[in-house]
């Protein structure tokens, strides 16, 4: 697990204890698989660092259909939709 600090998409300061995701032909993004409060059980989340806006979530015990949920979603709506919806903060590097 590494920290990470980001602004959330409200603005704030937030630390993110997770793991960086690299999905091809998103290189120059920054993805984060971190905990999150799903529901009142916990799960987890995959935020964007630069936007820190959350792109997938879900219950504790699926994390390892983050990555495939990610790629998927990212699959379907492509660059240009994720690009949009992020705004035009500064990309991750």
Request: glycine share 12%; aromatic share 8%; no cysteine.
């Amino acid at each position: 697990m590494e920290k990470f600090l980001i602004q959330n998409e409200f603005g704030q300061p937030q630390e993110l204890l997770g793991e960086e995701i690299v999905v091809p032909g998103f290189e120059e993004l920054q993805f984060i698989l971190h905990t999150w409060l799903y529901d009142k059980h916990g799960g987890w989340a995959i935020t964007e660092r630069s936007s820190g806006k959350r792109i997938a979530s879900g219950p504790a015990g699926s994390e390892d259909m983050a990555r495939a949920q990610l790629e998927r979603q990212l699959s379907i709506h492509g660059k240009d939709a994720l690009m949009h919806v992020l705004g035009k903060g500064r990309l991750s590097s």
